[in-house]
């Protein structure tokens, strides 16, 4: 830690002359007492999670080696990596991707977006308390509700926001759920809905940790309202958008109950996920073998995502350039 | 050109006053001390000058102009805050650089100021540090730095040295002062240790639960302390008060209580008459003007018994009990008494302070 660090001593101390030094460093250094005993006290937790957890996964590569029989009494065939190779050849495989890509980075951009907006405008308002908890209000539903709920707005003979758009004239003819690029902005608005109010209260709790006295030195240094907030609040609530961005790709690549209940996929794949995609090989063609493979592979991504996200939006104070060993 | 003029100026927060019916004019390259205990509403008067607090009635101005509704980031103003206010995810370099980012100051110019800055404050090896990994003192003069990299009209310091050891702080007393000195700029101090506006202020302004007492010269504030509070603030250690009567017989007007009766002068007597002072009173006089001999034999006019003594190195200072009062008394170091054995006081009644016992206002 900061403590440790040797590489200058402070000013006020090299002025003095014939002082007692210290300059060799100790051969253990920065080593942490021994903590073994917390294992121990682990131990029930971790046995209990590998085998809700591990056992589940330790099958997954198991059918993700072979191809899953599923009549009784059928024993599997060993496939070997076939699974894994096939897939670099299937389209469908790779389409998936990038409309997931696609999906995922729509529904983020804008709820980062419009939950901070929210945030910001509800920070320290006087019906904080009473706006919050009516935009929570979604986030409570079953995205499965949520996805007949959009359905039936989205509706084109009954539905509110079909005759909405019609009405304005954006939309000519057609449905929004039977249109390409209609289709993707409708799946997109519906998670928009439902999980912009969880992204405007992570922010919220941020924005109150944002310290009073900071925002003020930026004032007084010359920043106005705008500034301040980019160049001060902004950093201060990476911590906070990193758990709030988290939550949300994973979920992104996790959920399909609104994108399978709203076009399964359609029109013509354009929201064919690969989230869907995985359930389509999986439960209608049932190949599980080649749906574990699949699923390793998102798995796998989603994985490595995370670290990623961690280590760009590592809290920049806490990175501290230590010169002892570490 | 900058001076401060606050008029007339109250601040409420809720129920709370914080400053009352305050008026100061800070002169132009003044150094002003706003002095006072915690809680006397010292920042919330530096918070409104900064422009950071809504001002709850009166004026103030900049030169001529009104800056009431005059954002903190126009007011062209540097300020030290009390806990710092660093900002974590920036260097110090980055920090002490970003005042001049708003000025539209080319990069140059401001590797220039900032290491000039640096310099000056001893942190240049600590330029690409994150605040986190400074120490109390470090941060401070980050702080500090951060406000003199500009040239800005009124440099406004809250506290600024207060979380420092003792020596770095009467280091960075001589330091801020000869930096004021140095820039020539209109400064406003916030403080409550006396010692820091005693020794750095042009003028000090001493409040006390929002309000201003007195406005003056350290001489001023130290010599001529308009009320009891004032004197007590000031000085270290502080003055010893007595309860005494005034007694006149015949010509001669003394003070007088169980253990001393002091024969007032002329001046003194003339200064008794003119406020109409009469019976109980409060006399009020600082260590320095205090003599103590140990010994039975003193040949001081007042008896007295030792309390304690403690020894400052060059100096010593007596605590002696005159009956149920207790005084202070500091004196070159001698050797030192016992608790309880006896010693003579004398005191230099040219030094006298005399306060209206009810109101504590000033006599003399
Ligand atoms: N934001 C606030 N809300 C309510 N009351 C406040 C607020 N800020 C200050 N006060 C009150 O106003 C009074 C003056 O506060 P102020 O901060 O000006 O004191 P101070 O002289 O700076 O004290 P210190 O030396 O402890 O910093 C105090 O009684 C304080 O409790
Ligand atoms: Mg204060």
Same mark, same amino acid.
């Given at each position: 830690?900061?403590?440790?660090?040797?590489?200058?001593?402070?000013?006020?101390?090299?002025?003095?002359?014939?002082?007692?030094?210290?300059?060799?460093?100790?051969?253990?250094?920065?080593?942490?007492?021994?903590?073994?005993?917390?294992?121990?006290?682990?131990?029930?937790?971790?046995?209990? *999670?590998?085998? $809700?957890?591990?056992?589940?996964?330790?099958?997954?590569?198991?059918?993700?080696?072979?191809?899953?029989?599923?009549?009784?009494?059928?024993?599997? *065939?060993?496939? !070997?990596?076939?699974?894994?190779?096939?897939?670099?050849?299937?389209?469908?495989?790779?389409?998936?991707?990038?409309?997931? =890509?696609?999906?995922?980075?729509?529904?983020?951009?804008?709820?980062?977006?419009?939950?901070?907006?929210?945030?910001?405008?509800?920070?320290?308002?006087?019906?904080?308390?009473?706006?919050?908890?009516?935009?929570?209000?979604?986030?409570?539903?079953?995205?499965?509700?949520? !996805?007949?709920?959009?359905?039936?707005?989205?509706?084109?003979?009954?539905?509110?926001?079909?005759?909405?758009?019609?009405?304005?004239?954006?939309?000519?003819?057609?449905?929004?759920?039977?249109?390409?690029?209609?289709?993707?902005?409708?799946?997109?608005?519906?998670?928009?809905?439902?999980?912009?109010?969880?992204?405007?209260?992570?922010?919220?709790?941020?924005?109150?940790?944002?310290?009073?006295?900071?925002?003020?030195?930026?004032?007084?240094?010359?920043?106005?309202?705008?500034?301040?907030?980019?160049?001060?609040?902004?950093?201060?609530?990476?911590?906070?958008?990193?758990?709030?961005?988290?939550?949300?790709?994973?979920?992104?690549?996790?959920?399909?109950?609104?994108?399978?209940?709203?076009? !399964?996929? !359609?029109?013509?794949?354009?929201?064919? $996920? *690969?989230?869907?995609?995985?359930?389509?090989?999986?439960?209608?063609? =049932?190949?599980?073998?080649?749906?574990?493979?699949?699923?390793?592979?998102?798995?796998?991504?989603?994985?490595?995502?995370?670290?990623?996200?961690?280590?760009?939006?590592?809290?920049?104070?806490?990175?501290?350039?230590?010169?002892?060993?570490? | 050109?900058?001076?401060?003029?606050?008029?007339?100026?109250?601040?409420?927060?809720? &129920?709370?006053?914080?400053?009352?019916?305050?008026?100061?004019?800070?002169? #132009?390259?003044?150094?002003?001390?706003?002095?006072?205990?915690?809680?006397?509403?010292?920042?919330?008067?530096?918070?409104?000058?900064?422009?950071?607090?809504?001002?709850?009635?009166?004026?103030?101005?900049?030169?001529?102009?009104?800056?009431?509704?005059?954002?903190?980031?126009?007011?062209?103003?540097?300020?030290?805050?009390?806990?710092?206010? %660093?900002?974590?995810?920036?260097?110090?370099?980055?920090?002490?650089?970003?005042?001049?980012?708003?000025?539209?100051?080319?990069?140059?110019?401001?590797?220039?100021?900032?290491?000039?800055?640096?310099?000056?404050?001893?942190?240049?090896?600590?330029?690409?540090?994150?605040?986190? +990994? %400074?120490?109390?003192?470090?941060?401070?003069?980050?702080?500090?730095?951060?406000?003199?990299?500009? +040239?800005?009209?009124?440099?406004?310091?809250?506290?600024?040295?207060?979380?420092?050891?003792?020596?770095?702080?009467?280091?960075?007393?001589?330091?801020?002062?000869?930096?004021?000195?140095?820039?020539?700029?209109?400064?406003?101090?916030?403080?409550?240790?006396?010692?820091?506006?005693?020794?750095?202020? #042009?003028?000090?302004?001493?409040?006390? +639960?929002?309000?201003?007492?007195?406005?003056?010269?350290?001489?001023?504030?130290?010599?001529?302390?308009?009320?009891?509070?004032?004197?007590?603030?000031?000085?270290?250690?502080?003055?010893?008060?007595?309860?005494?009567?005034?007694?006149?017989?015949?010509?001669?007007?003394?003070?007088?209580?169980?253990?001393? &009766?002091?024969?007032?002068?002329?001046?003194?007597?003339?200064?008794?008459?003119? &406020?109409?002072?009469?019976?109980?009173?409060?006399?009020?006089?600082?260590?320095?003007?205090?003599?103590?001999?140990?010994?039975? #034999?003193?040949?001081?006019?007042?008896?007295?018994?030792?309390?304690?003594?403690?020894?400052?190195?060059?100096?010593?200072?007596?605590?002696?009990?005159?009956?149920?009062?207790?005084?202070?008394?500091?004196?070159?170091?001698?050797?030192?008494?016992?608790?309880?054995?006896?010693?003579?006081?004398? %005191?230099?009644?040219?030094?006298?302070?005399?306060?209206?016992?009810?109101?504590?206002?000033?006599?003399?």
């Amino acid at each position: 830690m900061a403590v440790n660090t040797i590489d200058s001593e402070p000013p006020e101390l090299s002025a003095y002359r014939g002082v007692r030094r210290i300059d060799h460093t100790p051969h253990i250094f920065n080593n942490q007492p021994a903590r073994y005993y917390l294992m121990w006290l682990l131990l029930p937790a971790i046995l209990l *999670l590998a085998a $809700i957890s591990l056992y589940p996964f330790v099958w997954l590569i198991y059918m993700s080696l072979h191809e899953v029989q599923l009549a009784p009494g059928k024993s599997d *065939l060993w496939a !070997g990596i076939d699974n894994f190779t096939r897939l670099f050849s299937d389209k469908s495989f790779a389409r998936g991707w990038v409309t997931l =890509f696609k999906y995922s980075a729509l529904c983020l951009s804008v709820e980062i977006t419009l939950g901070v907006l929210v945030a910001v405008i509800l920070n320290n308002s006087r019906l904080e308390k009473l706006f919050i908890t009516i935009f929570l209000m979604p986030m409570m539903m079953a995205p499965v509700v949520a !996805g007949f709920l959009y359905m039936f707005l989205y509706n084109g003979t009954f539905g509110w926001y079909f005759w909405l758009l019609r009405s304005l004239g954006v939309l000519d003819g057609g449905s929004i759920l039977g249109n390409k690029t209609w289709a993707m902005a409708g799946v997109v608005a519906t998670d928009v809905w439902q999980w912009t109010p969880l992204i405007a209260l992570i922010t919220l709790a941020g924005l109150k940790r944002v310290p009073q006295e900071q925002l003020e030195a930026n004032m007084v240094d010359g920043a106005g309202p705008l500034r301040n907030f980019f160049s001060v609040a902004l950093p201060n609530l990476y911590p906070f958008l990193l758990i709030a961005i988290l939550l949300r790709f994973m979920d992104n690549f996790r959920f399909i109950d609104t994108i399978l209940i709203m076009t !399964g996929g !359609g029109p013509a794949n354009a929201t064919k $996920i *690969l989230p869907t995609y995985l359930f389509d090989v999986s439960f209608k063609f =049932f190949e599980l073998g080649r749906g574990a493979a699949i699923a390793f592979t998102l798995l796998l991504l989603t994985i490595l995502l995370g670290l990623a996200l961690t280590k760009i939006f590592e809290d920049p104070t806490r990175k501290i350039k230590t010169s002892g060993t570490e | 050109m900058a001076t401060v003029t606050i008029t007339d100026v109250w601040k409420y927060y809720g &129920k709370t006053m914080a400053v009352k019916d305050l008026n100061i004019d800070v002169r #132009d390259n003044e150094f002003l001390c706003l002095l006072g205990p915690s809680g006397c509403g010292k920042s919330s008067t530096l918070r409104m000058i900064a422009g950071l607090e809504f001002i709850s009635s009166g004026d103030i101005y900049f030169g001529d102009v009104r800056v009431n509704d005059v954002p903190p980031k126009d007011r062209d103003i540097a300020m030290v805050f009390e806990n710092y206010a %660093l900002y974590p995810h920036k260097t110090v370099f980055e920090n002490l650089a970003n005042p001049l980012k708003f000025q539209k100051m080319n990069r140059a110019d401001i590797t220039e100021r900032v290491e000039w800055a640096a310099e000056m404050l001893q942190i240049s090896e600590l330029l690409q540090r994150k605040p986190v +990994e %400074l120490s109390g003192g470090q941060k401070q003069r980050t702080a500090i730095g951060r406000a003199i990299v500009r +040239e800005p009209k009124v440099f406004l310091f809250d506290e600024p040295i207060a979380h420092l050891d003792a020596k770095l702080r009467s280091h960075m007393r001589g330091e801020l002062k000869h930096l004021q000195r140095r820039l020539e700029t209109t400064t406003i101090y916030v403080t409550h240790d006396q010692l820091e506006g005693m020794t750095m202020a #042009d003028r000090i302004a001493v409040m006390h +639960e929002g309000v201003l007492q007195q406005l003056g010269t350290p001489g001023d504030i130290y010599n001529h302390p308009v009320n009891e509070f004032v004197a007590g603030f000031v000085g270290e250690p502080p003055m010893n008060f007595l309860d005494c009567r005034i007694e006149r017989v015949g010509d001669s007007v003394s003070l007088v209580n169980d253990n001393i &009766k002091l024969v007032l002068g002329g001046d003194q007597v003339r200064r008794l008459e003119e &406020k109409s002072a009469a019976g109980e009173v409060r006399l009020g006089i600082r260590p320095d003007d205090l003599s103590v001999e140990m010994g039975r #034999d003193h040949g001081f006019a007042i008896d007295a018994k030792i309390f304690v003594t403690e020894p400052l190195g060059g100096d010593m200072l007596v605590d002696a009990e005159l009956g149920k009062d207790r005084v202070t008394v500091k004196r070159k170091i001698a050797e030192m008494g016992q608790p309880g054995e006896p010693c003579g006081i004398s %005191l230099n009644i040219e030094k006298l302070h005399v306060f209206d016992r009810e109101s504590g206002e000033a006599i003399f």
